[in-house]
C-alpha cells in the first residue's frame, strides 16, 4: 500500500484542483474573446486593404472582404492551436519547437495584416504629415532660392560704384583734370563707353526687384494654402489632390525667381566690361597729347580690369551660394506613409500589433498555469488525485462491468408484406433454466 499524502502534498493537490477550475470556467469564454480579436483585426485590415486599392468596384469589395476575412481566420486558428498545443508541451525541445513557430507566425500577422491596421488607425495623419513635411521642404527651397535671388540683386550697388567711378573719371577728362588736355577726346569717350555699359546693367537689375518681390510674395500665398489643406479637415484624398496642383504653381514659381537671379549677368558682364573696350582714334593736335591720351587710356584699361575683377568676385560669391534642392511633391497612399512616418506613430503601431499579437499573452498564462498544476501534482499517483466525485464515478463503471448481461432475444423474421398471419399457437415455456456464467459459477 502507499503511503498517505501529507500535508503538503494534500495542499498542493487542493491549489492543483483549484486551477484546473479556473481554467475550465476560463476555457468556457476563451474561443469567443480569439474570435472577437480576429474580427477586430480582420475589419481594420479590410479598411486598411480598402484604402491601397485605386478602383472602387464591386470586385474591389469584394478582395478587400475576401483578404479580411483570411486574416481573421487565419488569427483564430493560429492562435487556438498554439493555446492548446503549447501548454500542453513538457519536454525543452517541444517546447522551443513551438515558440519558434509562435515567432514565425507573429512575423506573418505583422506582415500581413498588422501594418494595414496601423494604415488604418494612422493612415489619415500619417498622409497629413507626409502633406506638411513637403510643405516645409518647399517653404525651405522658396527662401533659399529668394535669398539667393536678393543676394544678386544687392551686386546693383557694385555695379552703381563702378559706373560712378567711370562718371567721374569722365568729369575730370572733361575738365582736363586726368589726362591734362580738357575736352571730350579719345579718354572721355573710353570712359564714357563704359559707364554707359554699367548703368544699362545698372538699370536691369533695379528692373528685376519688383519681379523678385512679386514672385516671392505669391510663392508665401501659395504655401499658406497649402499649409491649410495640410491641416483642414475632410477627406484626405481629396485634399492631397488639390494639394499637388498648388505643388505645381509652386515648383514653376520656384525655377521662375532662379531665373531672376542677376548673379550670372553681372559675372559676363564684369568679364566683358575688359575685354571688350573699343579704343577711339587718338585725337590730340601733338604729338605730346596723343602721348598723354594713350597712357591716360592704358590707365583706364588697368582700371578697367581691377573693376572687373572686383566685380566678377562679387558675381561669384552670389553664384557659389548653396541652391535648394528641387522639391517634387509625390502623392503617397495612407498604408505607405504610415511606412515611412514609423517613428511618428508609434502609439498607433503599437495598438495595431497589439490587436493581433495580445493571445500571445494568453497562450504564456496557460503554459505558466499547466506548469503550476503539474509542480503542485508532483509525482502523486492518480488514485491519490482522485475526487470524490470521481470516485463515485469510477465505482459506477466498475459495477456496470460486473453486472451481468442481459442474454438477447432471437428476432423474429419479417414475413411478406402482403401476407397477415391470423393466429399464432404460443410457443411452450422454456424452463427455468439458469444462465451458462451462473451454472460455471456453481461447478
Known sequence: MTPPPTSAEARGLQSAREIEGHLKALETFTPMALGVLSVASGIYTYLGVSSLLNNSGAMSFFAAVAYSLAVSVAIFVFWSYLIRLLPAMRSAASKLGLFLSMALGSLAIIAMSSWLNAAAL??????????????????????????????????????????????????????????????????????????????????????????VEAAFSEGNLILSRMR???????????????????????????AQLRQLSVAPLVARAAQDLSASVVVPELDGSTDSIRSDQR???????????????????????????????????????????????????VPSWAGAI?????????VLIMMVAQSAIRTERGTSAPEETMTLAEIRAAVTALRALEAPAPVAEPLAEPGPPPMRVAAVDPLPEAADVPPPHLISGRR
Not at 561669384?316 to 506613430?345: C, H, K, N, Q, W
Not at 499579437?357 to 494568453?362: H, R, Y
Open 122 to 211: 494612422a493612415g489619415s495623419a500619417a498622409v497629413e504629415q507626409h502633406l506638411a513635411r513637403t510643405v516645409q521642404e518647399y517653404q525651405v527651397g522658396l527662401e533659399q532660392t529668394n535669398r539667393v535671388t536678393v543676394a544678386a540683386q544687392g551686386l546693383g550697388l557694385d555695379v552703381a560704384r563702378t559706373r560712378q567711378s567711370f562718371q567721374d573719371l569722365s568729369a575730370q577728362e572733361a575738365t582736363g583734370n586726368l589726362s591734362g588736355t580738357a575736352g571730350r577726346g579719345a579718354v572721355f569717350r573710353v570712359l564714357t563707353q563704359k559707364a554707359d555699359e554699367l548703368a544699362g546693367l545698372e538699370a536691369q537689375i533695379a528692373a528685376q526687384g519688383p519681379l
Open 228 to 254: 491649410a489643406l495640410t491641416a483642414s479637415s475632410g477627406d484626405v484624398e481629396q485634399r492631397s489632390v488639390e494639394f499637388a496642383e498648388e505643388s505645381v504653381r509652386l515648383a514653376g514659381l520656384i
Open 295 to 345: 597712357s591716360t587710356i592704358d590707365a583706364v584699361l588697368t582700371l578697367l580690369a581691377q573693376r572687373a575683377t572686383t566685380l566678377k568676385a562679387a558675381a561669384d560669391e552670389v553664384l557659389a551660394m548653396p541652391t535648394p534642392d528641387d522639391t517634387t511633391y509625390a502623392p503617397i497612399s495612407t498604408a505607405d506613409a504610415v511606412l515611412r512616418y514609423a517613428g511618428d506613430f
Open 354 to 362: 497589439a490587436i493581433d499579437l495580445l493571445p500571445a499573452v494568453l
